[in-house]
């Protein structure tokens, strides 16, 4: 079993706008680290079509780009607002330790200047087979659901974790552990979607 990863947030602005630029300027930079974590396997990258609306673009085995019910801003290119990834890691220790370390944590001590502060979930967590590909639909349905339900096993964030037995962890243990890891496979089909 692997994790997968969703985020999601919306920003004050739309792209281009100077407001948000910074977050765009180092979201490249974010996810080549990503990339190149411990543990890191794919993320969500379209197929075709980078010029265009997320919306609109091909993500080839992640289907059809989806966004949760909570997002009601723009979606062509001049008014898109919402920043979100897709990704699949090795297991939850790997995960947790690329979103709290390096470029990625000192993007999330900014995050109020360029997002709406969320009355939803920002990420979602859940165990997905070896051999699967998330899609952005699922992503979507995991965010409601978390939102609606609170964590499960189906479904969780990092203050209620669960391993893929279905058990709550504690994510501290996760979160000091440094695994030494193997040479990890990556799919040349990686995936995010912030606006790439």
Not at 145 to 171: I, M, W
Request: hydrophobic share 35%; charged share 25%.
């Amino acid at each position: 079993m692997r994790i997968a990863f969703v985020t999601f947030a919306v920003l004050k602005q739309p792209y281009g706008n100077p407001e948000v630029q910074e977050f765009d300027d180092r979201t490249p930079d974010v996810f080549l680290e990503a990339e190149g974590s411990p543990g890191f396997i794919a993320r969500a990258v379209e197929v075709s079509g980078s010029e265009l609306s997320n919306f609109v673009r091909d993500w080839g085995k992640w289907g059809k780009f989806a966004v949760p019910r909570f997002y009601t801003w723009g979606r062509e290119t001049h008014t898109d607002q919402r920043a979100s990834t897709l990704s699949i890691w090795e297991d939850l220790g790997s995960v947790l330790r690329f979103v709290y370390a390096g470029l990625h944590l000192e993007a999330l001590k900014k995050r109020s200047e360029w997002f709406q502060k969320p009355q939803w979930p920002t990420y979602a967590i859940w165990w997905i087979p070896d051999d699967y590909i998330p899609t952005w639909r699922e992503a979507a349905e995991k965010l409601e659901k978390l939102h609606d339900q609170g964590a499960s096993p189906e479904v969780f964030d990092f203050k209620t974790c669960f391993d893929a037995n279905g058990n709550r962890v504690d994510p501290s243990a996760y979160k000091l552990k440094h695994e030494s890891h193997g040479a990890h496979s990556k799919e040349s089909v990686m995936t995010a979607t912030k606006r790439t």
